[in-house]
């Protein structure tokens, strides 16, 4: 168990609709990262929140935008969604904001149907 | 730009040795990581270099060298559990943790 959390597990939705994706980081990190992967793909850097700010974006839709909150949760919100989206969305955590081992949760697996 | 390369797949024996490389072009370097992802899992923390030479942990040993932009991941002892994806990643100087695409891993009986 790495301490990161990440909620729901699994999500099926349709073409269209919008999906909100939770990640409680380790308690103690400061820094969280949003990643997605498909189906036999590499991790696909989204963005980093750290203590709050955003520090850093990959190439993240503009379909698609998060936050950290003041109690360092983070949200992933993802909108008019396609079938292409459907992938695992993984969430990480670290102290840091870079240089430091980042901790990955078990990831939200969203199917678009 | 930045680009990080690592073989798509190997194969190996049980107990045998593996070294999975990854070469690097960044603008900065702040250090480079190496995860195992099971398929549909999360990744896992493995190695951190920052200096070069070897750092060994058990049965796994990272190598860095900085003035080739190049590390490996050697493993040895090979295990059936072992078959796995493993990542190479680095710390960019923007902050962003950028991973290759991977290196499938089967380790055969």
């Known amino acids: 168990d790495s301490g990161v959390t990440q909620t729901p597990k699994h999500l099926i939705t349709a073409t269209g609709q919008r999906v909100t994706l939770r990640c409680s980081p380790r308690?103690?990190?400061?820094?969280v990262y949003w990643y997605q992967q498909s189906l036999d793909q590499g991790l696909q850097f989204l963005i980093q929140?750290?203590?709050?700010?955003?520090?850093a974006k990959g190439n993240i839709l503009e379909r698609f935008s998060a936050q950290q909150f003041p109690d360092l949760h983070s949200e992933l919100n993802l909108s008019s969604l396609e079938l292409g989206d459907s992938a695992l969305y993984f969430c990480a955590s670290s102290i840091h904001s870079t240089g430091s081992e980042a901790f990955f949760g078990q990831g939200t697996r969203l199917t678009v149907v | 730009g930045q680009n990080i390369d690592q073989p798509t797949e190997m194969t190996a024996t049980e107990g045998a040795i593996v070294q999975i490389n990854c070469t690097y072009q960044?603008?900065?370097?702040?250090?480079l990581f190496w995860y195992q992802q099971h398929a549909g899992e999360a990744p896992t923390f493995l190695s951190y270099n920052v200096l070069d030479g070897l750092e060994e942990k058990g049965r796994f040993s990272s190598f860095l060298s900085r003035s080739k932009g190049y590390s490996y991941l050697l493993l040895k002892e090979l295990q059936m559990k072992d078959s796995a994806s493993y990542l190479c990643?680095?710390?960019?100087?923007?902050?962003?943790?950028?991973f290759g695409a991977g290196t499938r891993l089967a380790v055969h009986p």
């Open positions: 960044t603008s900065g370097f702040n250090g």
């Open positions: 929140y750290y203590n709050g700010e955003e520090r």
């Open positions: 308690s103690g990190d400061l820094s």
């Open positions: 990643a680095v710390p960019l100087k923007d902050n962003k943790l950028i």
